[in-house]
């Protein structure tokens, strides 16, 4: 039996690692693997939630695990997405550092 | 400690470290590629011990196969496996806000653990729990248009990424 507080501190782990990622790189590569990771870091707490309150009343319930395979969802349309906007990027730039896009900062 | 326990810190290690290798390699893009795998199989392998059966093989389907591999498919197609940018102008504020981040996380670190709602120990699960059968059921009842909106969703991904992808809109 896994306790619930170490679930959710091994998510708030991954989730500031992913932070510090999209905080401190520049290559928008990695950064787009950072935001997966704080995507999987709200997954993990979903999952541990769902896992301590499995029924409610005596009917079972799966409603984190539900919003978990939403939220997989919505992290490979986010990459499919994204990859296509770095590919223009590249394009347009032939480099994928962020800083280097700029055209709509003051 | 059971065999569990001591499984969730073995891959919990795993899963800190192999993030921490993604985020801090600078030099090769594949390689945090790949230690993005080694990140997402071991939480599939901590959702097996959460007993979220569906989910852990969904997991290392959709990112373990899909994700990574596209990551892959498009570092090897820019040819952008050396990754040297030189340090940048705001390097200051990004420490800070690094710095900021693990004060954050040790407070709240500290208050799970004073929590009496989650120091909980979880207890038996019904039935089939995380299991095809249950999931599935309430996924195609109880939130049937939860699975439609995501079909629109993917649907507007493909065609973005088309267009986003395209050389020239004709």
Same mark, same amino acid.
């Given at each position: 039996?896994?306790?619930?507080?170490?679930?959710?501190?091994?998510?708030?782990?991954?989730?500031?690692?992913?932070?510090?990622?999209?905080?401190?790189?520049?290559?928008?590569?990695?950064?787009?693997?950072?935001?997966?990771?704080?995507?999987?870091?709200?997954?993990?707490?979903?999952?541990?939630?769902?896992?301590?309150?499995?029924?409610?009343?005596?009917?079972?319930?799966?409603?984190?695990?539900?919003?978990?395979?939403?939220?997989?969802?919505?992290?490979?349309?986010?990459?499919?997405?994204?990859?296509?906007?770095?590919?223009?990027?590249?394009?347009?730039?032939?480099?994928?550092?962020?800083?280097?896009?700029?055209?709509?900062?003051? | 400690?059971?065999?569990?326990?001591?499984?969730?810190?073995?891959?919990?290690?795993?899963?800190?470290?192999?993030?921490?290798?993604?985020?801090?390699?600078?030099?090769?893009?594949?390689?945090?590629?790949?230690?993005?795998?080694?990140?997402?199989?071991?939480?599939?392998?901590?959702?097996?011990?959460?007993?979220?059966?569906?989910? %852990? #093989?969904?997991?290392?389907? $959709?990112?373990?196969?899909?994700? !990574? +591999?596209?990551? &892959?498919?498009?570092?090897? /197609? @820019?040819?952008?496996?050396?990754?040297?940018?030189?340090?940048?102008?705001?390097?200051?504020?990004?420490? %800070? #806000?690094?710095?900021?981040? $693990?004060?954050?996380?040790?407070? !709240? +670190?500290?208050? &799970?653990?004073?929590?009496? /709602? @989650?120091?909980?120990?979880?207890?038996?699960?019904?039935?089939?729990?995380?299991?095809?059968?249950?999931?599935?059921?309430?996924?195609?009842?109880?939130?049937?248009?939860?699975?439609?909106?995501?079909? &629109?969703?993917?649907?507007?991904?493909?065609?973005?990424?088309?267009?986003?992808?395209?050389?020239?809109?004709?």
């Amino acid at each position: 039996m896994v306790p619930l507080n170490h679930v959710i501190a091994l998510s708030a782990i991954l989730f500031t690692i992913g932070v510090i990622g999209v905080a401190t790189r520049r290559n928008l590569i990695v950064m787009l693997m950072s935001i997966e990771l704080m995507l999987n870091a709200a997954n993990l707490a979903f999952v541990g939630f769902n896992r301590i309150w499995s029924q409610v009343e005596g009917t079972p319930t799966i409603d984190g695990q539900i919003f978990v395979l939403m939220v997989i969802t919505v992290a490979a349309a986010e990459v499919a997405v994204g990859l296509g906007i770095l590919l223009s990027m590249f394009r347009n730039r032939d480099s994928v550092n962020v800083e280097e896009v700029n055209l709509l900062k003051w | 400690m059971t065999v569990e326990t001591i499984l969730f810190y073995v891959f919990g290690t795993l899963a800190v470290v192999s993030a921490l290798g993604m985020v801090l390699n600078i030099r090769n893009t594949v390689a945090s590629a790949m230690n993005l795998v080694v990140t997402m199989v071991s939480l599939a392998a901590i959702y097996l011990l959460l007993e979220a059966y569906l989910v %852990a #093989v969904i997991q290392i389907m $959709v990112y373990g196969g899909a994700i !990574v +591999v596209l990551f &892959l498919f498009v570092v090897m /197609l @820019l040819n952008l496996s050396t990754d040297e940018f030189p340090p940048g102008k705001q390097r200051v504020v990004k420490l %800070a #806000v690094a710095i900021a981040c $693990v004060a954050i996380l040790t407070q !709240v +670190v500290i208050a &799970l653990d004073r929590d009496p /709602l @989650l120091a909980a120990q979880p207890g038996a699960v019904p039935e089939g729990f995380g299991g095809y059968r249950q999931v599935g059921l309430s996924l195609y009842t109880d939130y049937v248009l939860l699975v439609e909106m995501a079909s &629109l969703l993917l649907l507007a991904a493909i065609v973005g990424a088309l267009i986003l992808a395209k050389r020239k809109i004709d």
